[in-house]
T-cell receptor
Framework: EAGVTQSPTHLIKTRGQQATLRCSPI?????VYWYQQALGLGLQFLLW???????NRGNFPPRFSGRQFPNYSSELNVNALELEDSALYLC???????????FGPGTRLLVL | AQSVTQLDSQVPVFEEAPVELRCNYSSSVSVYLFWYVQYPNQGLQLLLKYLSGSTLVESINGFEAEFNKSQTSFHLRKPSVHISDTAEYFC????????????FGSGTRLQVQP
C-alpha cells in the first residue's frame, strides 16, 4: 500500500511569490492535515481538510490556504511569501474513524 | 488547550545502553498519545501510540512507552539502543474528538555513539 506522497520535495521561491504544495493521502483516507516544521518553532498544525472541506485551521494568517479535491488529495497555497515561511511542510492523512495520522516525506520550502 | 513538554532536547548515549526520553503533557480533556520518529531529511514515522487499555505499549523495534495518567507522562524507553536509532523523537497528543490535530513537543535528538 502506497504511503502519503508529497510534491515537490524541494521548492525555492522569493519573497512575495506564491507557493503551491501538493499531497496525496493513503488510499481510503479522507482526512488530510498540514503541518509546518520551522527551525526553532517546532511542528505546528496548519490546516485540516475532511471530505473536501476545510474543517479547522491553526494559528496562521489567511495567506496560508488550500483545498481538498474529490479524490481527497490536497493542495496548500502560501501567498505573499515571507522569509519566515521557510520550513518543512508535512502532510498527514487519517481514516476518518481512526485516530492515527500517517505522514508524508514533506516539502522543503526555501524563501529567499 | 493541550501542550506537550519534552524535557531533553538532546540525549547522547552509547550503543547498547538503555535510554529514556521524557514526555509530559497537559490537557483539560482526555487525549491520545503518540511517539513519532524523524530520521534526517525525512518525514515523521509513527513509533507507537496509546489509545486505551494497557498503559504499556510497545513498538516492533524494541521501544516501549508507559502512559501514567496521574503524572501526565508518556516516557519512551529502550533497554538497548543501536546506532540506527539515532534520530529525532517527537511526543504528540490529540483530542479524542473534533479536529484531532496533533500537538507536538519540541523533540528530543537521540544521538547513539559507538
Amino acid at each position: 500500500e502506497a504511503g502519503v506522497t508529497q510534491s515537490p520535495t524541494h521548492l525555492i521561491k522569493t519573497r512575495g511569490q506564491q507557493a503551491t504544495l501538493r499531497c496525496s493521502p493513503i488510499s481510503g483516507h479522507t482526512s488530510v492535515y498540514w503541518y509546518q516544521q520551522a527551525l526553532g518553532l517546532g511542528l505546528q498544525f496548519l490546516l485540516w481538510y475532511d471530505e473536501g472541506e476545510e474543517r479547522n485551521r491553526g494559528n496562521f494568517p489567511p495567506r496560508f490556504s488550500g483545498r481538498q479535491f474529490p479524490n481527497y488529495s490536497s493542495e496548500l497555497n502560501v501567498n505573499a511569501l515571507e522569509l519566515e515561511d521557510s520550513a518543512l511542510y508535512l502532510c498527514a492523512s487519517r481514516v476518518r474513524s481512526q485516530e492515527t495520522q500517517y505522514f508524508g516525506p514533506g516539502t522543503r520550502l526555501l524563501v529567499l | 488547550a493541550q501542550s506537550v513538554t519534552q524535557l531533553d532536547s538532546q540525549v547522547p548515549v552509547f550503543e547498547e545502553a538503555p535510554v529514556e526520553l521524557r514526555c509530559n503533557y497537559s490537557s483539560s480533556v482526555s487525549v491520545y498519545l503518540f511517539w513519532y520518529v524523524q530520521y534526517p531529511n525525512q518525514g515523521l514515522q509513527l513509533l507507537l501510540k496509546y489509545l486505551s487499555g494497557s498503559t504499556l505499549v510497545e513498538s516492533i523495534n524494541g521501544f516501549e512507552a508507559e502512559f501514567n495518567k496521574s503524572q501526565t507522562s508518556f516516557h519512551l524507553r529502550k533497554p538497548s539502543v543501536h546506532i540506527s536509532d539515532t534520530a529525532e523523537y517527537f511526543c504528540a497528543v490529540s483530542g479524542l474528538t473534533g479536529r484531532r490535530a496533533l500537538t507536538f513537543g519540541s523533540g528530543t535528538r537521540l544521538q547513539v555513539q559507538p
